[in-house]
Each structure stands twice: as structure tokens, then as C-alpha cells.
């Protein structure tokens, strides 16, 4: 069981209550000019991968030792182990949290529910780099006996974000034969356009979907199958085509996917966590067994950093314990993800679901309504196009904006000017964000500073370098949902939409009277109904 404490209770939370009314006016710009050394003490670096740096950030010694005994007297740490020792963590539905096994080199049995679970990770992950392989290499053939030239992702959620992020992360690694597509959207325009773009006789479709039953999902793979159908005529077609990534092999089963073909994974496995899985194999495709396998390396070196360093040198509990600091303390309601790195460009879409299904609730765990605030809103783009778009208002708006700077050091492409110029873009605008301008001719030229960033400046974005990257903010989130008093792998905020979707589909598709609905909505379907018939008559 995790731990229960209300954090407002804790002695800490009192604590930095007076500590932030006291420095709330103090500038970081000050606080640099006082202390030589505060990058020295406020970085930390881990060899060959990444150089984290938190100086840009309205902390000071105190601060830190008040958020370090906030996370002692709320358990971080014994949430932290519960949830190594496969503990049922996941309390609302009964289930361990053991994502980190997936990326595990131990080979040691790792027992739950008196089952060892080692023997069965290993199988279907082997299995899956097989597979990828197979098709990279062309020992997998289509129907016709064709190489497959497409892999067509279908999924949505965690079934999505998280390989179709990794894919385009990992471009400069990937296996240029082969076209990665992805398909989420249960508006057809998504598979429609999509589908426009393939070869029938070369495309291997991928349904991705732990339960198998995901309305959008089984929506997209069933006009898949048909539209594959109409352009083979042979049924058998299905078998060669498709691939199933799921835990509900009876489903899987019954859509037509051959055993061969089904890589499962467990209910301990959240949706938003699963990239480590079977859910990984559009990107095993894309880079191949070795890399994957770097992939699950990097994060599981961060897996290991996370439960032996100390607070202090422990980068995703001071990446949490920094966003408690803004969000309960200073009143920040967003947090910005700001990659400067163009291959990044779906990682704020990942984070987005991974840190707001996570601790977007309100009840904690008491089942207590919350008296403080919990998870923020997630956003980001990557830079420099932001700095085009949206900076003006973390610059001289009224909202506090902690950000997120992530770069590498080596591009991975030969353009280097750019890059260049793309890590002085990168290191400005933090600069700018934290000194501001004082001195300027006009009021509307002044730039107060003090405004709050971290960067995450990697080596290189390799696959280890990603795996690392994921799994920082894996371990951010759960420290942030542990003080919080929070169930982070639950998400039952996003049952009842479901529910009322199916119901509204059929007053939507019939003709008789509509159920019982609140005036705007009937109204709405009425609407709707109305002009498709029209549109259907003409
Ligand atoms: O959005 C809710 C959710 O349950 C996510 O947590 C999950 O990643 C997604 O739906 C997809 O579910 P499935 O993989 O079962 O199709």
C-alpha cells in the first residue's frame, strides 16, 4: 500500500508556505549575483548522456531542503520501492505498476502474486525484436510475398503517443525502406488520408490496443481490414497484413490475427507506460532490435538513478519536486516542454497524456476531495517555432510558466550551422527568461526576468538517450503523484465521455426519438441529424 498523507499536513508544506511568502521578490537575477557557484551546486550530470541545470529556477538552499523533507515526510521513497516490489499500487484497479520491469537486464525472478513474472517479459520481448527484424529484413513478406514497404500504426492513447513520438524522435536511426504511418483519430479523415498514401500489396497494419476494444481503435482496424479486402480480394490476406499488440488475446483472436502474429503484455502495464512493451514495436521497426534495446537501456539506467541517488542529486525528484514548489507554492497552473529539437516534435503530446492522466484528479488517496492544487496543464512546442508563437506571454505575460529547455549537444543531421544557431536560440531565451531586461526606453521594452527554466541539454538523441528522457519524466510524475497523495496509474476521468459517446451514436445514426439529453446537446443532434439528411437526399 502507498503511503496516505495529506502533504498541507506535513511540517514541510507549512514550512515552505512562510519560505515562498518570505523570498517570493527575491531575483534569480540576485540570487546568481550572490553565489558564484550556483550552477556549480545546482546541476547535475549524468556521464555520457545529459547535463541537467536547475540554477534558472526562484530556489535557494533552503527551499531545497524544505522540498527534500516535504518528499521524506510524504514517502516518496517507500512509494518508490512499493512500486519496484511489485506492489498493487495501483490501488483503484488492483494492479502493479511494473513498466520498469520491461527495460529490466536483471534476469533475477521477479515474483508477483506468488508468479515470476522475468520468464514471460523476456518471451514477448524477444518475440517483438524477432518480428521486427523479420520485417526489416525482409523474412517477413506480405501476402504476395512482397516486402512490406508500410507499417501502419493503429491505436490511440498510450497505444499512440508514445511509439509514434519515439518513431519521429529516432528518425536519424531509423530504417529508411520502411514508411511508419500512424492512425488514432476516429475521424475517418485520419485512416483516409493515411490509407491514400499506401500500397495494399506492401503495407503491414499494426493494431495496437491493450484492451482490443477502444472504440476509435477497433473503428480504424476493422475499415483497415475491409479497405485491405477490397484491394487483395483474399481473405487470408488478414493474417499476412496484420499484427496485434495487446493483453486481450481472445479479441485479438477473433479480429482474425494469427497467435505468430499477437504480442501481448500484462494488465501491470498502464496504457501511457506501455512504449517498453509490445506497444514498442512500430519503433523496434523503425530502428531495429539493438536499438530498441538501447532504448530500454537508457531507461533503465534512470530507473536505477532514481531509487539510489540521494534528493540532491536525484534529477527527476528535483524536477518534482521543483513543479510542487511552483504549482502549490507560487501558483503556477501550466508547466511548458520546450524541445529544441525538430525530431521532438510530438514529445509535449506524449508528456501531455503521461503527466495529465497521471495526476489530473482531485480526489486523493482517502478518497478525499484535495484542498491544494495537483497536476498542471502540460504543454509545448518545439523551439524555435515557439519562440514565434507563444514565448511573448512567458516572457511579459501574467501567468508563471515553468519551462522545460531540452537540446542536444551532436545534431543528428549534417546541417551544423543550424544547430548552431538553434543552441544559441536555446540558450538565449533561458538566459532572457531568468535576467530580463530592466533598462529599457519604454515600459513596454522591460523584461522582469525571474521567469523559471530547467534544461536538459543530452550529449546526443540517441535511443538511450530517449529511453532516458521518457523515463525522467515517468519517475517526475509519480514522485509529483506520491506527495500529492494521488493513485498516478488509474484514469477514470476519461470513462464517462466514453460512456456517453456510445450512447449518443445511436440517437446520433437513428431516426426515432432521441433519448434523454440536456437541451443544448438535443438540440445539437437534431442539428446534425437534420443536415445529414438533407446532405444524404440531395
Ligand atoms: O484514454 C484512455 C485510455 O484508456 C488510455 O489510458 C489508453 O492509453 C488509451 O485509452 C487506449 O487504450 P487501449 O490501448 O486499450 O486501446
Known sequence: MLPRVNPTKTKAWKALEAHAAATADVPMRDLFAADPNRFDRMHLRLEGLLLFDYAKHRVDEQTLSLLEQLFDQCGVSEGFKAQLAGDAINETENRSVLHSALRSSQNDSLMVDGQDLRPGIVRERERMLDFAESVRDGRVRSTSGKTFKHVVNIGIGGSDLGPRMAVEALKPFAHRGIQMHFVANVDGADLHETLLLLDPARTLF??????????????????????????????????????????????????????????????????????????????????????????????????????????????????????????????????????????????????????????????????????????????????????????????????????????????????????????????????????????????????????????????????????ALVALYEHKVFAQGLVWNLFSYDQWGVELGKEMANVVLPDLEGDGPIGLHDSSTTALINHVRTLSSKALSV
Request: proline content about 5%; cysteine-free.
Open 206 to 467: 499494426l493494431v495496437a490496443s491493450k484492451t482490443f476494444t477502444t472504440q476509435e481503435t477497433m473503428a480504424n482496424a476493422e475499415a483497415a481490414r475491409t479497405w485491405l479486402l477490397q484491394h487483395l480480394g483474399d481473405p487470408a490476406a488478414v493474417a499476412d497484413h496484420f499484427a496485434a499488440l495487446s493483453t486481450n488475446l481472445d479479441k485479438v483472436k477473433a479480429f482474425g490475427i494469427r497467435p505468430e502474429r499477437t504480442f501481448g503484455f500484462w494488465d501491470w502495464v498502464g496504457g501511457r507506460y506501455s512504449i517498453w512493451s509490445s506497444i514498442g514495436l512500430p519503433l523496434a521497426i523503425a530502428i531495429g532490435a539493438e536499438g530498441f534495446r538501447q532504448f530500454l537501456a537508457g531507461a533503465e539506467r534512470i530507473d536505477r538513478h532514481s531509487v539510489e541517488a540521494p534528493f540532491r542529486q536525484n534529477i527527476p525528484w528535483i524536477m518534482a519536486a521543483l513543479g510542487i514548489w511552483y504549482r502549490n507554492f507560487l501558483g503556477a497552473a501550466t508547466h511548458a516542454a520546450l524541445p529544441y529539437d525538430q525530431y521532438l516534435h510530438r514529445f509535449a503530446a506524449f508528456l501531455q497524456q503521461m503527466d495529465m492522466e497521471s495526476n489530473g484528479k482531485s480526489l486523493d488517496r482517502n478518497g478525499q476531495r484535495v484542498t491544494y492544487a495537483t497536476g498542471p496543464v502540460v504543454w509545448g512546442e518545439p523551439g524555435t517555432n515557439g519562440q514565434h508563437a507563444f514565448y511573448q506571454l512567458i516572457h511579459q505575460g501574467t501567468e508563471l510558466i515553468p519551462s522545460d529547455f531540452i537540446a542536444s549537444v551532436l545534431p543528428q543531421h549534417p546541417l551544423h550551422a543550424h544547430h548552431a544557431k538553434l543552441l544559441s536560440n536555446f540558450l538565449a531565451q533561458s538566459e532572457a527568461l531568468m535576467m530580463g531586461k530592466v533598462e529599457a526606453q519604454s515600459p513596454y521594452r522591460v523584461f522582469e526576468g525571474n521567469r523559471p527554466s530547467s534544461t536538459l541539454l543530452f550529449d546526443s538523441m540517441t535511443p538511450e538517450a530517449l529511453g
